[in-house]
């Protein structure tokens, strides 16, 4: 007999609810098939799981527990401290970014008048980083340029 036709069927064999011929040629087919009577052992257990997970008893105070679990952080504990810190949170950070930039400043300022370029190294900064007088394409479009 086809597989086919066989797995079609497998399920309601396995709840029990075929009778018959049917069931006859469903049992002779799984003694001769390995394939299909792993199936329905697989398919048998797991129909004994779903149903252990049906006869499941639910917990009695299961309820109350998540109605007090509800109601307890539905009340804050204390209504000052929440209210103070989403206050305070964003007025910190504030003070943490200025003080930042403050300090990022003072720290500029303060090796800016330690060191001081000489003529020189400024003019070596000047030539390395005016490439324009290096790049003979840029100077002749400059020119044209001007003399328009």
Request: hydrophobic share 35%; aromatic share 10%.
């Amino acid at each position: 007999m086809n597989c086919k036709k066989i797995n079609r069927d497998l399920i309601f064999f396995a709840e029990g609810s075929i009778t018959g011929s049917r069931n006859e040629e469903i049992n002779r087919h799984l003694s001769e098939c390995k394939i299909c009577r792993d199936f329905v052992r697989e398919l048998t257990y797991n129909l004994e799981i779903i149903e252990k997970e049906k006869k499941a008893e639910a917990n009695p105070f299961l309820y109350s527990k998540i109605y007090n679990k509800i109601i307890s952080n539905e009340q804050p504990a204390n209504v000052l401290v929440t209210s103070a810190v989403k206050v305070l949170r964003p007025v910190f950070i504030t003070l943490l970014i200025l003080s930042g930039i403050f300090s990022g400043f003072k720290l500029g300022s303060y090796l800016s008048d330690k060191y001081s370029y000489s003529d020189s190294e400024l003019q070596t900064i000047t030539y390395y980083l005016n490439d324009l007088q290096h790049e003979s394409v840029e100077t002749i479009l400059l020119y044209e340029e001007l003399e328009n």
